[in-house]
């Protein structure tokens, strides 16, 4: 066997965090939260995203565009009041595929945003002569100065556009719907995915203050019910996938200097599902002293834990996909590894939830509450789940009774439809 188990121990333990440095990066969180809050240097930006939660009396028929995973989704809601509602349509389409790239340097922003304007005349076939609102869920970092006007910081999640970045999305967004002849669409709102999480947890689950996106990319936002100058109660998206206070690990020092925007995202790195994969490749490059590096993704990671068995042949057949023909025993210590990167993630994002809830309960009791997860990382990977409520327990001991984490699927188009009544009602 070609794994030197030292050496595999020695990586697995610089990919573990114990409860006390969970501990530590819960409480890291909350002071770098409360320094933005503040006004004052953080990681993170905690962007005001000018929306609070819904009443669930909201109204009508709305569209909603989803941008910002893996497809983009164009919507025809329709919310009924008594916080009922149904998608009545969808169109929806990947980014990349085999034929075309929508999110590197070979895409413009004119490219993207007509292709979207496409979708939506598919959508409304025949219906361009009735007016419609539309919210906009668009999941980046993005400055905002209300509910319609927010330009996009910096681009995430290896997305490279050219000409969108310092740019009101919403403009480019209307201009091009104008350009195709579609001017009875009128975008009035954009809103975050964690932000549209939340509002949609809202309509169902009242008592939820925080959303989370565990996918492709890393986020949370959550209720600040407290104004501050400049700044209205409102949902913050926080960035948290740009907290920078994790001890990172020399696989997540290589991972980094690699990527589109190094130094960026760095929390987001260690744990959402555009990155996991990644670090496999490197850790297994390593281990089984591989000239190439293997090309593994999340969806490899979860196939390769789904085998619980002791000979993990079925884990060996997703790994020699990748690497090649295997030698006895290293298809088991190789699903080690991908656990302890998986268990790491969880672990991470269950502090995130413990330092949103020490900032949100102050000097009080944490309230009975379910935090939204939306995401393929938090729906499919196995471990995921129950290694945050494990780490939430470690961190907050019996609090963590108080809080129930649950899976909330879909929440981008509902949301961003919640969004558009709410603006469209000052019109
Ligand atoms: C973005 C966030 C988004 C998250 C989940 C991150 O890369 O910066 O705005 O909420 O991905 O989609």
Known sequence: ???????????????????????????????????????????MPMLCSYIGMPTGQEKGEFLALDFGGTN???????????????????????????????????????????????MFAELLEGAENKTYYLGHTFSFPSQQTDIYNARLLVWTKEFAIPGVEGEVVNDLLQAAFDRKGLSNIKVVAVINDTVAE???????????QIGCIYATGSNNCYMERTAD?????????????????????QWDNKLDEASEKPGRQRLEKMVSGRYMGELLSLTVQHLLNLQEKPEFTAIDMSGIMADTTAVASDAAKVISAKVGALEPGEAAYIRDLTEAIAIRSARIVAACFAGILWHVSGSGKIADQHIAIDGSVYEHMPHIKENVQ????????????AVTPMLLKDGSGLGAAIAAAVASKNI
């Not at 794994?3 to 333990?13: P, V």
């Not at 949609?200 to 008592?207: K, M, R």
């Open 72 to 118: 983009l989704r164009a919507e025809l809601v329709s919310l009924k009041g008594d916080c009922q509602y149904e998608i009545v349509k969808m169109v929806a389409k990947p980014l990349v595929t085999e034929e075309y790239n929508l999110i590197n340097g070979s895409a413009s922003a004119e490219k993207v945003f007509d292709f979207i304007a496409d």
């Open 1 to 43: 066997m070609r794994i030197n188990e030292a050496q595999l121990k020695s990586i697995i333990d610089e990919l573990t965090l114990d409860k006390e440095q969970l501990k530590e990066v819960a409480s890291a969180m909350r002071f770098d939260m409360e320094l933005a809050l503040q006004g004052r240097e953080s990681s």
């Open 390 to 401: 494990k780490a939430l327990y470690e961190i907050l001991d019996e609090e963590a009774g």
């Open 198 to 208: 939340l509002l949609t947890a809202g309509y169902q689950y009242p008592d939820t």
């Open 229 to 249: 100058v400049g700044r209205p109660a409102a949902i913050i998206n926080m960035e948290s996938g740009s907290f920078n206070k994790l001890a990172p690990s």
